[in-house]
């Protein structure tokens, strides 16, 4: 079974500062994919940006960008210029192509992201 | 945001109580999931289904029921609620195409206490 570790339950960044937070893996697959998503206080967990296993190239989107290391098993997830708008819990979550298997998604515990005006 | 709705949202019912926690997606997904959320935010997956008359239970057993009639619809149900299912549920649904892992999609989620 997969399994996937975040190892801060809590961060605190400054308004504009970058902030990394970190995710480890476990699994025998070689295709699969994962995620960070975002979840505000009371409102809809959201998808920040997602990483096909196959490519070489890390994720970006906006602000967010991912440092995805295949052989280390490691997904970090680096917000720059933090906003306030940013304070949630962070989840990476894992999930496996199998082509028709059971293919939800495998959650780390969650980081507590607080972001100081 | 998707298009994704959860009702009720919030739920405070006595034990032994049936209960159903509503979950509709128009986005015509065929993929949808129900996770449950523990006080710890930790979510495990408890069911699944690829698409009408499809149900799977998922990595955490759970005592809890799902039925997928409609495509849109993906209602859980509880036959007697306890204590310890108090929780927050989240709906999630994926366009599931042709084999292919898609992004999930949640919506707002029912939090449920169980008195």
């Known amino acids: 079974a997969q399994t996937v570790t975040q190892s801060q339950p809590e961060m605190s960044v400054q308004e504009a500062e970058t902030v990394t937070l970190s995710c480890t893996y476990d699994t025998s697959e070689s295709d699969y994919y994962l995620f960070w998503y975002k979840q505000p206080p009371s409102r809809q967990m959201i998808l920040v940006i997602r990483?096909?296993?196959?490519?070489?190239q890390n994720a970006t989107e906006n602000r967010f960008s991912v440092n995805f290391q295949k052989a280390a098993k490691s997904f970090s997830l680096k917000i720059s210029d933090s906003q306030l708008g940013d304070a949630a819990m962070y989840f990476c979550a894992y999930s496996s192509d199998s082509g028709g298997g059971a293919d939800g998604l495998t959650f780390g515990k969650g980081t507590h992201l607080i972001i100081q005006p | 945001e998707a298009d994704i709705y959860q009702t009720p949202r919030y739920l405070v019912i006595g034990t032994g109580k049936k209960i159903t926690l509503e979950c509709s997606q128009t986005m015509g997904h065929d993929k949808m999931y129900w996770y449950q959320q523990d006080p710890g935010m930790e979510l495990h997956l408890i069911h699944y289904s690829y698409g009408v008359n499809s149900t799977e239970k998922g990595d955490l057993s759970s005592e809890s029921t799902v039925s997928r009639i409609r495509t849109e619809h993906f209602p859980l149900t509880l036959e007697s609620a306890r204590p310890s299912h108090t929780s927050q549920y989240l709906c999630?649904?994926?366009?599931?195409?042709?084999?292919?892992?898609?992004?999930?999609?949640f919506g707002p989620g029912t939090r449920l206490t169980v008195l």
């Open positions: 999630a649904s994926s366009a599931g195409l042709a084999g292919l892992t898609d992004t999930q999609y």
């Open positions: 990483q096909e296993a196959y490519k070489q």
